[in-house]
């Protein structure tokens, strides 16, 4: 009898230790590291930069009283990526982190990144149609979903309606075309004093990348192994942007010439459409005419689709509290009620369907935006679903800058572009197979 009070008193023993290990492994304190930047990605000003980190935190604490989520404030933009690689290198990288677009493709080569497609198909609370198509697209390698888009900026274009309205003409709908865009331009541009030279302009600042998307194709294919410069579309969207600069080939407009008033057009951030567009920023700046952003406009062989730069956020492939770093990765890129302050604490868009096209959000642009000046707000979601996610890969920078010139050095040239194209993708062609 003793012996076998001895040995249930053991089990009960054991099974208490036991149970004690189990909650307190449950229950004791862990620290979820964040990796954020200060400021906004696209230099737009920003009251509180982390007042949207730190409410998805607060948020999460609660519903996690055993986690302490830290991270390291005052790292700027221009300090973010030489720091998280840096991070990385050490091996102490944080849980979760920002992932600046110029990032992307270095930390997938590196390994740095966890796969989320596993996440995404158990989690019922998130799924890949939540989102944006291009914002999605902008975590995505080769097929495998490495980071969930935390905010967004499209690219539209900003209209003078002033000065459309001095000439006669009604600002464009949200389908125009290029040869809408043209007539317009063409008829804008003139000298408006009788001095001899152009001071009136139809655009500032479109390029022959803007009309590459705008036709339904890109300047080179996903991962990078590729130049289409000189596909039929590419060669078409280049021919526009050419004959669009010969209508200021004499005199350019420049920043200052939109800044004043006399241009009609010019491409715009939205980011920037936001801070410029409210008071007190309007006073500063573009004072002197009225002004409204709409889509870019299409070509013949594609929509009126523009740009989208994705700020996105990811998790460590080494880290070890992988299902918590999903659930925080969740809160702040899945969770409407934080994505909404980015229209009230930043100058950025929401990749989420159900926050951007929503009543609540257009009211919150609204009170930003005076007068009639407001198609830039209505047409937000369209544009969103329209855009595009630039391709962005190992030695992108180097590659498109390389482009750059050489698309440059034929557009001003008279003879054969479509030929002078087809030398340029060679020449880059050879680049991207060294590199």
């Not at 290990?21 to 964040?34: A, D, G, K």
């Not at 404030?73 to 991070?87: A, H, P, T, V």
Request: aromatic letters at 10%.
């Amino acid at each position: 009898m003793k012996g076998l009070a001895k040995r249930l008193t053991a089990i009960i023993v054991l099974t208490a230790v036991c149970l004690t290990m189990v909650v307190y492994s449950r229950t004791r304190p862990v620290e979820l590291r964040l990796g954020f930047m200060a400021g906004s990605y696209w230099d737009a000003p920003n009251g509180n930069c982390y007042a949207v980190i730190d409410a998805a935190i607060e948020r999460f604490e609660r519903e996690h009283p055993n986690v302490h989520v830290t991270y390291t404030s005052g790292i700027l933009k221009r300090d973010y990526s030489e720091w998280l690689i840096d991070q990385y290198l050490l091996g102490s990288e944080p849980d979760v982190f920002l992932v600046l677009p110029e990032d992307f493709g270095e930390l997938c080569e590196l390994g740095a990144l966890a796969p989320l497609d596993g996440y995404l198909a158990q989690d019922e609370a998130v799924s890949d149609t939540d989102f944006y198509p291009a914002a999605l697209q902008s975590g995505a390698e080769n097929g495998v979903q490495y980071a969930l888009p935390y905010e967004c900026v499209p690219t539209l274009m900003c209209v003078n309606k002033t000065l459309l309205e001095s000439e006669g003409i009604a600002v464009p709908s949200g389908d125009w075309t290029w040869e809408d865009f043209y007539n317009i331009c063409a008829k804008v541009t003139h000298d408006t004093d009788s001095d001899g030279e152009i001071d009136q302009f139809g655009c500032y600042g479109y390029t022959w990348q803007d009309a590459l998307i705008a036709n339904g194709t890109s300047l080179f294919t996903e991962g990078g192994s590729s130049c289409l410069i000189s596909l039929p579309r590419a060669v078409q969207a280049v021919a526009f942007a050419q004959r669009l600069d010969k209508l200021t080939a004499e005199t350019a407009p420049s920043a200052r010439d939109f800044d004043e008033g006399r241009v009609a057009f010019r491409p715009f951030l939205f980011s920037d459409y936001r801070t410029y567009q409210p008071y007190p920023w309007r006073i500063k700046r573009y004072s002197d005419f009225s002004w409204d952003c709409i889509p870019m406009p299409h070509g013949p062989a594609g929509s009126n689709s523009s740009e989208l730069s994705t700020v996105l956020a990811g998790i460590s492939s080494r880290s070890a509290h992988t299902t918590l770093a999903w659930q925080f990765l969740r809160e702040l890129t899945a969770n409407a009620d934080n994505q909404s302050m980015l229209f009230t604490d930043s100058h950025s868009v929401s990749a989420l369907r159900s926050v951007t096209d929503s009543e609540k959000t257009r009211q919150i642009l609204r009170q930003d935006t005076p007068g009639e000046s407001r198609s830039g707000v209505e047409m937000l979601s369209d544009v969103m679903e329209q855009a595009v996610a630039a391709p962005r890969f190992r030695n992108y920078d180097q590659a498109l800058l390389l482009t750059e010139g050489l698309v440059q050095t034929a557009m001003e040239d008279e003879h054969n572009l479509s030929l002078q194209l087809q030398r340029v993708q060679h020449e880059v062609q050879e680049y991207l197979q060294k590199n």
